[in-house]
């Protein structure tokens, strides 16, 4: 079987788009999603993105790690999927059902923004700060230790409008970039300054912006499509 693809990036944080709408997919096993995730074996990507038809909004996006589990959000996958159907269908803003909420997007001059919902503060230590915005995530300033079981973002310094991080992300390992992952840093670095200032998130593959509106964290920064083409699921050739 062959399926259609598109290879897009923010930041370096890259996803494989299988578009669920239009076409017909393969049964999304963990086998395959490892296999088209895979650098050397598949296309490659940090997660595989899957649109879906749905009556909510203009599509519902679907997120997988490398090792076949799912995400509940991805704020830069979400943005290369607004700017995919910004393009596609030719709007001025789009919106994208997740599984607990929809997403709107559009294009600004920073690139795309997407509302990425609210962050709520778990747990404040001396040493990092627990942050739920779908995913769970712990922030670290300086040091830290490996969580298995949240993202982890490292801040190697900030101030009132620039935090710089590293990040390891659940079920992926070390990406370039991360969206919730500046999310919850600005929202730990707000809980240590005295008001939430819009933020610069310099990642490892770039830098995006988050601010807050409404309670809500924003997320703004460029995307690209890097290339599309067909994925031989039978075997390991990408055809292009």
């Known amino acids: 079987m062959q399926t259609p693809f598109v290879k897009m990036q923010a930041q370096g944080n890259d996803f494989v788009i299988l578009n669920g709408i239009d076409d017909t997919l393969p049964e999304l096993t963990q086998s395959f999603i490892q296999h088209i995730c895979n650098r050397h074996l598949g296309i490659g990507c940090d997660q595989l993105l899957i649109l879906q038809p749905s009556k909510q909004a203009d599509a519902l996006m679907l997120i997988y790690n490398t090792d076949g589990s799912q995400a509940a959000n991805c704020g830069n996958g979400l943005r290369c999927v607004g700017d995919l159907l910004l393009r596609k269908l030719d709007k001025d803003e789009v919106s994208i059902a997740l599984a607990d909420r929809v997403v709107e997007a559009k294009r600004t001059n920073l690139g795309i923004q997407v509302g990425m919902g609210?962050?709520?503060?778990?747990?404040?230590?001396?040493?990092?700060?627990?942050?739920?915005?779908?995913?769970?995530?712990?922030?670290?300033?300086?040091?830290?230790?490996?969580?298995?079981?949240?993202?982890?973002?490292?801040?190697?310094?900030?101030?009132?409008?620039?935090?710089?991080?590293?990040?390891?992300?659940?079920?992926?390992?070390?990406?370039?970039?991360?969206?919730?992952?500046?999310?919850a840093t600005a929202v730990a670095v707000w809980s240590k300054v005295s008001r939430p200032h819009p933020l610069t998130i310099h990642m490892p593959g770039g830098e995006a912006v988050v601010h807050q509106h409404n309670d809500e964290c924003v997320l703004e920064g460029v995307v690209s499509t890097v290339f599309q083409g067909v994925f031989n699921c039978t075997d390991t050739a990408v055809r292009i």
């Open 118 to 183: 609210h962050a709520e503060i778990e747990q404040v230590t001396g040493d990092y700060v627990d942050v739920l915005i779908g995913n769970a995530h712990r922030v670290y300033f300086q040091n830290s230790v490996a969580c298995p079981e949240r993202n982890v973002e490292t801040i190697h310094k900030y101030d009132e409008q620039h935090a710089e991080i590293s990040i390891v992300e659940r079920g992926a390992g070390e990406t370039l970039a991360c969206g919730s992952g500046a999310c």
